[in-house]
C-alpha cells in the first residue's frame, strides 16, 4: 500500500502569532542563518540582525515592539538611513520561526513617509510558504491591533506577486493604486492597498 503523508496540520502545530521572546529567539536565529531575510527587498538585513542579536539578545527583542521608535535607523535598499517609525513584530510561530508580521505609522493620522511603502508588512520563511500562514497572520494581526485613531491601513505589493495580492484581498484589502515606488526603496512597480478599520 502507498504511504499516507499526513497533512501539514498534524506534522505542525497550529500557526500563531508571539511576542518575539528569548525561547523563540534560536529559532529567529536559524531562520537568519539560512539566508532569509526580514526585508524582503534587502537580503543583507539577515547579517544585520544577526549582529545586533549577538551584540545585545535583550535590547534586540526590546525594540520588537518599539512604539517610541527608539531602535536604530532604518537602512533602505539604496544604502540611505532613515529615522524609525514607530510600530511592534509579531513572529509566526508553529514550534519554530516560520516568518514576521510587522506593524509602523506616524501618530497624528493614516499618512507614511514616501520611504515606507505601507503600515504593515509580512513575509513567511520559505521552507513555511504555501500553508496558508500569511493569510492567517494578517487576520489575526488586524484583529489585536491596538485602537490608534486610524481610519484605515495600508498594504502594498509587488505587481507580479499573486501570492501576496491574494493575502491581502482575502483580508478586505481594496486595490487603491497602480504605482512606482521611490528609488530609494528600489523602485519597480506596486500596487497598494487599503484595508478599512471598522473600530
Not at 134 to 147: G, I, S
Amino acid at each position: 500500500a502507498p504511504t499516507r503523508i499526513p497533512a501539514p496540520g498534524l506534522i505542525f502545530p497550529r500557526m500563531h502569532l508571539v511576542t518575539p521572546a528569548v525561547e523563540h529567539l534560536p529559532s529567529y536565529i536559524a531562520a537568519l542563518e539560512r539566508g532569509w531575510s526580514p526585508d524582503t527587498r534587502r537580503p543583507e538585513a539577515a547579517p544585520e540582525e544577526l549582529e545586533r542579536i549577538h551584540a545585545d539578545p535583550a535590547r534586540f527583542l526590546a525594540e520588537q515592539d518599539d512604539m517610541r521608535a527608539n531602535g536604530p535607523p532604518i537602512h533602505l535598499p539604496d544604502g540611505t538611513e532613515v529615522p524609525r517609525l514607530p510600530g511592534y513584530r509579531r513572529w509566526l510561530w508553529d514550534g519554530e520561526f516560520a516568518g514576521v508580521i510587522s506593524f509602523r505609522w506616524q501618530p497624528g493620522g493614516e499618512t507614511l513617509p514616501d520611504y515606507c511603502l505601507g503600515h504593515v508588512g509580512y513575509t513567511v520563511v520559505p521552507w513555511r510558504q504555501g500553508r496558508g500562514y500569511a493569510t492567517a497572520a494578517l487576520r489575526r494581526f488586524l484583529a489585536e491591533m491596538p485602537a490608534l485613531g486610524m481610519k484605515y491601513i495600508e498594504l502594498t505589493c509587488n505587481t507580479d506577486n499573486a501570492a501576496s495580492r491574494r493575502v491581502i484581498e482575502v483580508n478586505g484589502g481594496v486595490l487603491v493604486e497602480r504605482f512606482s515606488p521611490p528609488h530609494v526603496v528600489g523602485g519597480g512597480d506596486s500596487y497598494r492597498f487599503r484595508i478599512a478599520l471598522t473600530r
